[in-house]
């Protein structure tokens, strides 16, 4: 799996957007490019996916360069309630197709 | 639909006891898997199932850790004996193959 590269942390004010960047220099042609938030004691939650072109639902939506070498998740206007470690990640394929790869993530703070 | 079912939610034992965790996963999911998370960290990849087979354990600790899916549906992971170092929160998840992973709330297991 291709290593991923996030900030540690950021902060945003509510109601403005949250740009979330990740690195992925290293991802192979048939990598998804993943986000999963994890709010306080809860569980892992999808966001959105994504392989070559820009995505948008109702969560976020992603910005996935030209390259695939990086990739920026975008929640439009943030609440108080999107505090939480937002996690890229580059989504194995072959043998370990389906496994999701962790790294640290970034604790984004969303501030009143 | 229901979500992955996880229990219990919290267990404090001392070292060297026993503990088991239990996973019933969304139904119809194949795919079940558990993650170690460790406070400030990432989720990592214990082990992986596809039906009633293992697909990849080669994170988990063979020597302490155990996992099994008899009839291909709830999952338990065992650990025996448990050290000071296994004290993290256990996420179960589950996948159909081709929409995202779906996280239980996970057990926080405390070892004293």
Known sequence: ?112 | EAGVAQSPRYKIIEKRQSVAFWCNPISGHATLYWYQQILGQGPKLLIQFQNNGVVDDSQLPKDRFSAERLKGVDSTLKIQPAKLEDSAVYLCASWNGWDEQFFGPGTRLTVL
């Open chain 1, 1 to 112: 799996d291709a290593k991923t590269t996030q900030p540690t942390s950021m902060d945003c004010a509510e109601g403005r957007a949250a740009n979330l960047p990740c690195n992925h220099s290293t991802i192979s042609g048939n990598e998804y490019v993943y986000w999963y938030r994890q709010i306080h004691s809860q569980g892992p939650q999808y966001i959105i996916h994504g392989l070559k072109n820009n995505e948008t639902n109702e969560m976020a939506s992603l910005i996935i360069t030209e390259d695939r070498k990086s990739s920026t998740l975008i929640l439009p206007h943030a609440t108080l309630r999107d505090t939480a470690v937002y996690y890229c990640i580059a989504r194995g394929s072959g043998t370990s197709y389906g496994k999701l790869t962790f790294g640290q993530g970034t604790i984004l703070t969303v501030h009143p």
